[in-house]
């Protein structure tokens, strides 16, 4: 590849070179509109030339991990071509990979690899639930940042499944389907076998079983060696590899490296419920499919928790003291507009408690949500409009669309569509969304020429859904079946 530090690649400047790998390189940029840190993955521009796949597995990784929302997973900003070269800017990680501490510690302790591996599992059951596997877990692809958070990268070989996203070019996935790192590598990977996401289970014991090591179970001298190993040789037992390591880990991940995936856990929240059965792990972390975040934000589950038992009690309590006093007093009717409305279910009741930064407050709001979290995101912390705003304004519209709410979704939907092609998918969305509002008001002519604007599908799931109900409403309240012309 040729020198591309000092470049412009659009809103972005190239500052140096951090990683390079088989398909893409690595850089550090500076995203000029916002004045952020960014980093660029571009792919290498005489792959991009050769073959067509290689750009449509590209594509696909920003689209696999855009369609994901999570803590513990790299956020993608953007995917775009200039001058030939394909990049995907994402989420710049100050810290190191998995592969780098292992490298400089050697074997780490076993509770520092049980926040590793809780966190990894909660990601990925959140990728699993999208119908995504990985199928490239290893050290390399876990970055670890200085306060302790796990976030893991690099979805380039991940299989989206035809249950997830219907228009996954089934081909796509074919070609390569044994691709992956030999040394992490599950048994059916090796063998070409049809994956799931009980793969990416065994591909993290592995990359645990190292951690906890200082050493992968399996080497030989050619990827082909190694990869039967994993198929029919045993790993050599953990608990002689060190000491220090609880007899309840060491099962765990056992268990993940089975070679039958029948014989593995099943769900990756399997393992944090088995965790906490064996008292690795506080019971207060939630196993419950859907709502995995990182450590501080169970603090914040537990603060929302309380606050929300304490209201409840004081709720009681003033409810009494209410019913006590109406008594005496004889009051039945003031009795009943009280039970109508307690003033102690007052608006001041409901605030939504601020956080120190715009960070926590999404992860909040997470905890909570409520459109009234959300919308504390965007009002206590206007100064990060661009990317916590932003995702905040996103989750709205998806409450409002849920909820056929037109009314209060199309001023955001009027503010995305005015965005630069910057934001060109926040710009698409915007202009589905006002599409949607046109066609639900059955104004069918409006409605089509929004989506006449919409110049590009951009890799996210929300507009899909928005689009694709924008353009059936339009549909099928034209009885000839054809649309109508957009208007001049």
Not at 7 to 21: A, K, N, P, Q, T
Not at 90 to 112: D, F, N
Not at 138 to 152: C, H, M, Q
Not at 290 to 303: D, G, I, K, T
């Amino acid at each position: 590849m040729e020198e591309l530090t000092n470049r412009e690649f659009g809103d972005y400047h190239i500052i140096r070179r951090i990683g390079s790998g088989a398909t893409a390189d690595v850089f550090l940029a500076e995203q000029r509109s916002l004045g952020r840190r960014v980093a660029l993955k571009i792919l290498k521009k005489e792959l991009a030339a050769a073959d067509e796949t290689y750009t449509r597995r590209f594509t696909r990784e920003a689209r696999a991990i855009a369609a994901l929302n999570h803590p513990n997973l790299v956020q993608i900003y953007q995917i775009d071509c200039r001058d030939g070269y394909w990049f995907i800017a994402q989420e710049y990680v100050q810290g190191e990979t998995l592969q780098q501490e292992i490298q400089r510690s050697g074997a780490l302790p076993a509770e520092k690899v049980l926040v590793l591996l809780w966190q990894i599992a909660a990601a990925f059951q959140t990728a699993a639930e999208a119908g995504i596997v990985h199928r490239d877990i290893k050290p390399e692809n876990i970055l670890l940042t200085a306060n302790g958070t796990v976030k893991v990268t690099d979805f380039g070989l991940a299989h989206l499944q035809m249950s997830a996203i219907a228009k996954t070019d089934t081909a796509l996935t074919e070609i390569g389907m044994t691709l992956g790192t030999p040394l992490y590598m599950s048994p059916e990977q090796s063998q070409g076998k049809p994956l799931d996401h009980r793969s990416d289970i065994y591909s993290l014991g592995i990359t645990c079983w190292h951690a906890l090591a200082g050493k992968p179970p399996f080497t030989g001298d050619t990827a082909l060696s190694v990869a039967l190993q994993h198929v029919n040789s045993p790993p050599p037992p953990l608990a002689k590899q060190r000491t220090g390591i609880p007899s309840a880990l060491t099962a765990v991940i056992e268990r993940m490296i089975a070679k039958n995936p029948e014989d593995r856990f099943q769900h990756f929240h399997e393992i944090i419920e088995q965790l906490q059965t064996a008292g690795l792990l506080p019971p207060h972390i939630s196993v419950h499919r859907r709502s995995f975040v990182p450590a501080s934000a169970r603090q914040l589950l537990q603060q929302a928790l309380h606050q929300k038992h304490s209201r409840f009690r004081r709720i009681l309590i003033r409810l009494f003291f209410a019913v006590i006093i109406a008594i005496i007093g004889g009051v039945l009717g003031s009795t009943y507009q009280m039970w109508k409305r307690p003033p102690f279910l007052s608006a001041g009741a409901l605030i939504v408690e601020k956080k120190q930064t715009a960070e926590e407050q999404w992860v909040y709001a997470c905890v909570i949500n409520t459109p009234e979290a959300w919308r504390c995101v965007i009002d206590y912390f206007p100064e990060e409009n661009y990317f916590w705003g932003r995702k905040a304004k996103r989750q709205l519209i998806r409450f409002y669309y849920a909820e056929t709410n037109t009314f209060d979704s199309l001023p955001l939907f009027q503010e995305f569509a005015v965005l630069s092609d910057v934001d060109i998918e926040d710009q698409m969305l915007g202009l589905a969304g006002l599409a949607w509002c046109a066609a639900e008001n059955q104004n069918d002519v409006m409605a089509w020429n929004y989506l006449q604007r919409i110049k590009t599908a951009p890799a996210d799931i929300l507009f899909d859904q928005i689009y694709d109900a924008a353009k059936k409403a339009v549909q099928k309240r034209v009885e000839t079946g054809g649309l109508p012309k957009p208007l001049k």
